[in-house]
């Protein structure tokens, strides 16, 4: 499976944007999804994670209430809506799959994308 992340850049605080994860090479209906951020000299850390199916969700504390994770399975594809965004939500983002998974909130996933960067001005 390959993922493509995209959807990042320069917002204001207080601004949405929302990223987009496209799969290919083969369809993501028995894959659990994830997003993920690693801000500068951080570790890279959980932020969203969807079942297959997508009725199933988890979040981070620290941006609960603020992101929602949805899927499209028809278009292969992960979304995760950003909004009431700060500065500390500044990192590159990535998406992560894993096949035959329920749900995922560590890092064991199997497939990463390359990562788009989120920067939030103050």
């Known amino acids: 499976v390959q993922l493509q992340a995209s959807g990042g850049g320069l917002v204001q605080a207080g601004g949405s944007l929302r990223l987009s994860c496209v799969a290919s090479?083969?369809?993501?209906?028995?894959?659990?999804m994830g997003w993920f951020r690693q801000a500068p000299g951080k570790e890279r850390e959980f932020v969203a994670a969807i079942s297959w199916s997508g009725g199933s969700t988890r979040y981070a504390d620290s941006i609960k209430g603020r992101f929602t994770i949805s899927r499209d399975n028809a278009k292969n594809t992960v979304y995760l809506q950003m909004n009431s965004l700060n500065p500390e939500d500044t990192a590159v983002y990535y998406c992560?799959?894993?096949?035959?998974?329920?749900?995922?909130?560590?890092?064991?996933?199997?497939?990463w994308g390359q990562g788009t960067l989120v920067t939030v001005s103050s």
């Open positions: 090479g083969r369809t993501l209906g028995s894959y659990a």
């Open positions: 992560a799959s894993k096949y035959n998974t329920l749900l995922l909130v560590t890092t064991d996933y199997a497939y």
